[in-house]
């Protein structure tokens, strides 16, 4: 089982003002686990780094299924390495130690493990940016059902049969339904 990382009150507190000069002026929040973040906390040049111009609507849309799917790999990663670095095994010997080590095995778990909780965080902060794009790519599209389908499927990733049943529809008329609204998305270079 994972256990999530818990930042600091210090970053929580930044986080929680800078939430809060951002909801100031925003309308629209993605929702990131059970996390609300404005969609204005896009930074500019964010869709230009993702090479839209060269992707399909739909692989537009799974880049965020793909990037969660990084970060909850890294939080596997990180939860092994915590357990690495909690088991205290101690070697007992006569022998003695040789001089010229400097780091513990410890410290460089440690190491590694902070080093990737930097990159979950940073994997985090470019999920929310894509899932805000995501929404308004989602926006976009002018029939509600269509824009139904979307988010359940790139935002709350969820298999074409939960969605079926949610909706009400055969599986077959979801994937036709589908097929129609990845042709009407419009993804806009801001």
């Given at each position: 089982?994972?256990?999530?990382h ?51 609507s ?5 880049q ?36 010229n ?12 493990i ?9 994997d ?10 995501i929404?308004?790519?989602i ?5 509600k ?31 036709r ?14």
């Amino acid at each position: 089982m994972t256990t999530p990382h818990v930042p600091s009150i210090k970053q929580r507190k930044i986080v929680r003002k800078e939430k809060k000069r951002l909801l100031k002026d925003s309308t629209v929040l993605v929702a990131l686990g059970k996390q609300l973040y404005p969609t204005n906390i896009i930074r500019a040049g964010t869709l230009g780094e993702r090479k839209v111009n060269s992707m399909t609507s739909k692989q537009y849309l799974n880049q965020a299924y793909r990037l969660d799917q990084r970060i909850q790999s890294k939080l596997e990663q990180v939860d092994s390495l915590n357990t690495l670095a909690t088991r205290a095994t101690s070697t007992l010997s006569d022998m003695p130690r040789n001089p010229n080590r400097a780091t513990s095995k410890m410290a460089d778990v440690i190491v590694k493990i902070i080093d990737l909780q930097n990159e979950i965080n940073k994997d985090i902060d470019d999920l929310v940016s894509l899932k805000a794009e995501i929404v308004r790519a989602i926006k976009s599209v002018e029939n509600k059902e269509h824009q139904t389908l979307l988010e359940k499927r790139y935002l709350c990733f969820e298999t074409w049969e939960q969605i079926a049943v949610d909706m009400g529809y055969s599986s077959r008329t979801i994937y036709r339904m589908h097929k129609e609204a990845t042709k009407a998305i419009k993804i806009k270079l801001s």
